[in-house]
């Protein structure tokens, strides 16, 4: 599973597989996100915020999203770990972004709040595999599930909130 396809100087024969997307919320620890809350997503301009390293899909939407919004928020770090960004984030280091897929899961894991959703942001999820077609049971039930809980890739009137 992967967040991007894979670019084409990859010199294996693999295959992506668009499984769907999702828009992307903005969330922080309790006090974090009642402070930045109101005014959103203007509040965010020199607030501080956690980032996923740059190269990544996500790093390199939210710098575009940050940019036509005209926010510059504080970068407290950068990770290659979601999880530990997250830890950061439930300490009240900074607010961080996470697809809204998966934002029940993370709030309810970290302990965060939602800030809001970055409108017009949409991360996508692929499958990569050796196969043209997906055909391993256990890779289609995977992917089957995904598509599910996944938009197509058009923006939603939920994403707008």
């Given at each position: 599973l992967s967040d991007a396809p894979l670019p084409p100087t990859v010199k294996a024969k693999v295959y992506t597989h668009l499984l769907g997307e999702s828009g992307v919320a903005v969330v922080g620890a309790p006090k974090l996100a009642e402070a930045l809350k109101p005014g959103f997503p203007k509040s965010l301009d020199g607030a501080p915020f956690l980032l996923p390293t740059e190269g990544t899909a996500l790093r390199r939407s939210l710098d575009q999203w940050f940019d036509a919004q005209g926010i510059r928020p504080?970068?407290?770090?950068?990770?290659?770990?979601?999880?530990?960004?997250?830890?950061?984030?439930?300490?009240?280091?900074?607010?961080?972004?996470?697809?809204?897929?998966?934002?029940?899961?993370?709030?309810?894991?970290y302990g965060v709040k939602r800030i809001g959703r970055a409108t017009g942001l949409r991360e996508q999820f692929y499958a990569v595999s050796v196969e043209r077609k997906l055909k391993h049971p256990a890779v289609v039930a995977i992917s089957q599930r995904a598509r599910l809980r996944l938009t197509a890739p058009t923006p939603r009137a939920d994403d707008r909130r």
């Open positions: 504080v970068v407290r770090g950068e990770f290659e770990d979601s999880a530990l960004l997250k830890a950061f984030g439930r300490s009240g280091e900074g607010a961080f972004a996470v697809p809204a897929v998966a934002e029940r899961d993370v709030r309810r894991h």
